[in-house]
């Protein structure tokens, strides 16, 4: 039952990004790490200090990152790029149609403060739409992951996955609950994290948790209910 599902601890979604891409950066050496101005809101300091050579400040030139991006690709580099959810979508949606999504190239647009998660930064820095938008491109792989250990281990299985990948977290800490080994993601595999017969909620990102409390007051109320984490949208 969802009353079973135990909270390790709460942690930010994008330290577990943070920790993922460090151990990343350790077992491939391919990879490349960009970001526009937000080192810090993306946890990246381990990785510039072991891997300074694998690190480039682009700036506040969103459109430029996808751009230079894309072309290490070309080369043979998996770039990750880093930034928050609005900028990495909205402000340079056409260089990942064209230079990213059309042509295929290997790509991990990393977006944090996703949604509303971010809600002291105003309307300018939130975003809802980027997941519609992302998944409406040609290629793209869309996740997002709902806890700090699924979002470790989501930024390490693409760095191994063929592909462009949009895959989107959030600021705020937040109930870890999916395995801290990340044995229970797979790409483009839902979780089943309850069994039910009556009700089916779906979910990802944050709200797979709001998911898991509404679905205990169901529960108490002698429903029962299914809960599926959608992590991979596309």
Known sequence: MLKDIIVQNEKETRGGFGEGIYEVGKEHPE?????????????????????????????????????????????????????????????????????????????????????????????????????????????????????????????????TYEGPVYLRFGRPKWPNFTAADGSDFVIGKAQILNEGTNITLFACGHLVWKAIEAGRILEQRGYSVELINLHTIK
């Open 31 to 159: 990879v490349v790490v960009l970001t526009a101005d937000l080192a810090g809101s993306l946890k990246l300091g381990p990785f510039i200090k072991d891997f300074p050579e694998r690190f480039v400040q682009c700036g506040i030139a969103e459109a430029n990152m996808m751009g230079i991006a894309a072309g290490l690709t070309i080369g043979g580099k998996i770039p990750y790029t880093t930034t928050f959810a609005n900028f990495s979508t909205g402000r340079v949606y056409d260089q990942i149609r064209q230079s990213i999504a059309y042509s295929h190239k290997n790509v991990k647009i990393c977006a944090s403060h996703a949604g509303l998660t971010l809600g002291e930064d105003g309307a300018t820095h939130q975003i809802l739409e980027d997941i519609g938008m992302m998944r409406m491109l040609p290629g793209m792989t869309v996740i997002v992951p709902c806890d700090f250990n699924q979002t470790k281990a989501a930024t390490k299985a693409i760095a």
